[in-house]
């Protein structure tokens, strides 16, 4: 298929899909019909949710993707475009991936122009990172552009969710969101703190006090609880009194309505128009008023939840500079950093919601711990600098007889490592060899046949080396007897299994991984 001059892409599954567009035109005029004689009611949810699976089956089965010498040729449902090859810098594969276990990725085919703009085509698409019709597709397109283009990459590019050419549009807009929220909570601080003040220095009212001043004190009432309604935890629960007075019925907690039963006399307090406190004999309930604390925790623990995704647009700005495919380092050092934060900025600011900059203990507490934070995001920014296979650190001495056992992959199955069996090195103590446990001994080792292999390159980890390469890895592209191998592993030990190849092995023309 690689010789094709004209590709064309169609929606699988034209029938089903046409058939969901029935229905959702069934559910639009379903959901007309009941909002001109009937109002609305369930049917008219139903009928407005078949017609969105209409519209989006009807956008999925009028997309089209053909190519030939002069370019792409792209249709959906209010658009359609063309772009001529020489416009097209390269076809990449974009992934993203879907909850679904059963579903491992969905792929599809972007397009990078010369100007540096990108687009989305619309097919061909797959829900499996196996779907040899997608393969021969893509083979197919990249043959066409190789024919009447100029490709700028010789192999497939593929974006993921760790390479530095995915978007961080959405994690920036998380971050504002989260930071949004905490404004907010710490909106409510100064009233909440206000309110509890006020409880706590309410008086009872007297005989004297004026109708408009009332709401500020404390007025009792006696009342009588005809029945009480406990219902799950989830729920509200209910006191009723006798003849509603001075109310009808009250929602309580669970443990209050099972803590008062009919008959009981019990005075009610209120303030502000609201019941604070039921008291009878056998139990007392109050309210909960909620401290200033609790807004300023709130506030707190959503900034430091906007740090996540800001430490993530953090390192995609850091790594502008790399290959779109290339994968970043994980945000999860500053995660650690935030959690260490939390842990004494969350009780500092619930314990001191309005004194952070006024109280002895609470400026103390915050030089201490703004310390201690200043030295977590210094390691978190140390651990997550992009190292190049010239950074790599200085290969430890080890005597020739000592074994180490080195966590390192080969990525393809070869016959020293069959079925991608290996999850280890071993050096020393003998030659090379594969091992699919850390050791110690070589239970079920296979030899390396270093003979065999030439290190053609050292690079860092792209988006074609799957997920089950750690981010902070770098690969080994090697040639075994005329086949290319893969070996992943930390900079630091790929650079020592590297020197028991044999320098002989390696071309003088090959990126040195050592320093």
């Given at each position: ?15 089903t ?40 089956s ?74 040899p ?46 930071l ?47 029945q ?11 006191l009723?009194?006798?003849d ?6 009250l ?30 004999e ?152 594969v ?25 860092r980890?792209?988006?074609?080396d ?50």
């Amino acid at each position: 298929m690689t010789d094709a001059r004209e590709v064309t892409c169609r929606p699988l599954g034209k029938r089903t899909l046409w058939s969901f567009v029935g229905l959702g035109a069934a559910g639009a005029g379903l959901a007309a019909v009941r909002t001109v004689y009937w109002g609305p009611d369930v049917w008219l949810g139903v009928g407005l949710l078949l017609a969105l699976v209409g519209i989006a089956s009807l956008r999925a089965v009028t997309a089209r993707l053909s190519a030939d010498a002069y370019g792409l040729h792209s249709r959906t449902l209010l658009r359609r475009r063309s772009v001529p090859w020489r416009d097209v810098a390269d076809l990449r594969v974009r992934l993203k991936y879907a909850n679904n276990p059963r579903v491992q990725d969905i792929r599809r085919v972007s397009l990078v122009l010369h100007d540096g703009r990108k687009r989305l085509l619309p097919l061909p698409k797959s829900w499996s990172c196996d779907d040899p019709d997608f393969d021969a597709k893509l083979d197919a397109l990249r043959a066409l552009h190789r024919r009447y283009g100029a490709p700028d990459s010789s192999y497939v590019p593929v974006i993921s969710y760790r390479t530095a050419g995915r978007g961080w549009a959405g994690s920036a807009g998380l971050c504002a969101l989260l930071l949004v929220c905490a404004g907010l909570a710490a909106w409510f601080v100064p009233s909440t703190a206000s309110d509890v003040r006020a409880w706590k220095s309410a008086t009872p009212c007297t005989a004297e006090t004026p109708a408009t001043e009332r709401g500020e004190c404390l007025t009792t009432l006696p009342a009588v609880i005809a029945q009480t309604e406990a219902n799950r935890p989830k729920q509200r629960s209910w006191l009723y009194f006798t003849d509603s007075r001075p109310l009808a019925r009250l929602a309580v907690p669970r443990e209050a309505a099972l803590g008062f039963q009919p008959g009981d006399s019990v005075e009610l307090t209120l303030w502000r128009g609201q019941v604070r406190e039921v008291a009878g004999e056998r139990y007392v309930w109050r309210e909960h008023i909620p401290a200033a604390g609790e807004p300023t925790v709130i506030a707190a623990a959503c900034a430091l939840a906007a740090g996540y995704p800001g430490a993530q647009v953090l390192l995609r700005l850091r790594g502008r500079r790399l290959p779109d495919d290339d994968v970043l380092p994980s945000a999860l050092p500053f995660a650690g950093a935030l959690v260490g934060t939390a842990l004494w900025l969350l009780p500092l600011c619930y314990l001191h919601p309005t004194t952070l900059l006024t109280s002895p203990v609470a400026i103390t507490w915050v030089a201490v711990g703004s310390s201690a934070t200043l030295g977590f995001f210094v390691r978190a920014w140390r651990a997550t600098r992009v190292r190049t296979p010239g950074e790599a650190g200085a290969v430890g001495e080890f005597a020739e007889e000592e074994e180490v056992f080195l966590a390192a992959r080969f990525l393809e199955p070869t016959d020293y490592n069959p079925y991608g069996f290996g999850t280890h090195v071993a050096l020393g103590g003998g030659p090379p060899a594969v091992t699919p446990h850390p050791g110690p001994g070589r239970f079920a080792a296979k030899r390396i046949p270093v003979e065999r292999l030439t290190v053609k390159d050292v690079r860092r980890a792209r988006g074609d080396d799957g997920d089950t390469v750690p981010r902070s890895w770098h690969i080994a592209e090697l040639d075994d007897a005329g086949t290319p191998v893969r070996l992943a592993a930390a900079p630091a030990d790929l650079a020592r299994i590297i020197r028991e190849l044999g320098p002989a092995k390696t071309p003088a023309n090959t990126a040195n991984p050592e320093p």
